[in-house]
T-cell receptor
Framework: GDSVTQKEGLVTLTEGLPVMLNCTYQ???????LFWYVHYLNESPRLLLK?????KRTEHQGFHATLHKSSSSFHLQKSSAQLSDSALYYC???????????FGAGTKLTIKP | DPKIIQKPKYLVAVTGSEKILICEQY?????MYWYRQSAKKPLEFMFS???????DNQTASSRFQPQSSKKNHLDLQITALKPDDSATYFC?????????????FGPGTRLTVL
């Protein structure tokens, strides 16, 4: 079945440093959609980024990610971390025609001053 | 105004009892879902409904029964509650037919079973 792997469970960074959260996935479907959801404390998870186009960078709210189908990766990056970026980040997978989303284990990002 | 309403926000139940978690969405979506997040575990897909019909069920236990009385409602009935059922239950919705399954999540119901 489909699976999403987020190697880092916890990432702690100092404000101003670059952010990179890893995400790899497995699926038999070529028309995969990859997502990053962000879950702030006491809020609902919400979509941060999405992509289905190979090798195309997608950006939103200072974050960016590029889907690489050759390596089945969709890493989340930001050039400079802010305190407000502290949250739980989920990488997720779906594919056209399927409404179910498979979530990774999540990475808790903590940004310190 | 909140687009997805989940009631109650917090719920405490005793082992063996039955509870219903309420979800209403006002986004005009035709697909609704339930997810569960237990302590130290990722979001776990439970059910998906489209046009009030069950599309996918990834929950092994029949103690969990979704109920859709209206297009924009998808409640979750849980019977014979166990302490392991303690989790935050998220309702979500999307517009089926789009070329990506972007889902919008509700605020969650935090269930504690004693």
């Amino acid at each position: 079945g489909d699976s999403v792997t987020q190697k880092e469970g916890l990432v702690t960074l100092t404000e101003g440093l670059p952010v990179m959260l890893n995400c790899t996935y497995q699926t038999i479907y070529s028309n995969a959609f990859l997502f990053w959801y962000v879950h702030y404390l006491n809020e609902s998870p919400r979509l941060l980024l999405k992509s289905s186009t190979d090798n195309k960078r997608t950006e939103h709210q200072g974050f960016h990610a590029t889907l690489h189908k050759s390596s089945s990766s969709f890493h989340l990056q930001k050039s400079s971390a802010q305190l407000s970026d502290s949250a739980l980040y989920y990488c997720a997978l779906s594919y056209y025609g399927n409404e179910k989303i498979t979530f990774g284990a999540g990475t808790k990002l903590t940004i310190k001053p | 105004d909140p687009k997805i309403i989940q009631k109650p926000k917090y719920l405490v139940a005793v082992t063996g009892s039955e509870k219903i978690l309420i979800c209403e969405q006002y986004l005009g979506h035709n697909a609704m879902y339930w997810y569960r997040q237990s302590a130290k575990k990722p979001l776990e897909f439970m059910f998906s409904y489209s046009y009030q019909k069950l599309m996918d069920n990834q929950t092994a236990s029949s103690r969990f029964q979704p109920q859709s009385s209206k297009k924009n409602h998808l409640d979750l009935q849980i019977t014979a509650l166990k302490p392991d059922d303690s989790a935050t239950y998220f309702c979500a919705s999307s517009q089926e037919g789009h070329n990506y399954a972007e889902q919008f999540f509700g605020p969650g119901t935090r269930l504690t079973v004693l």
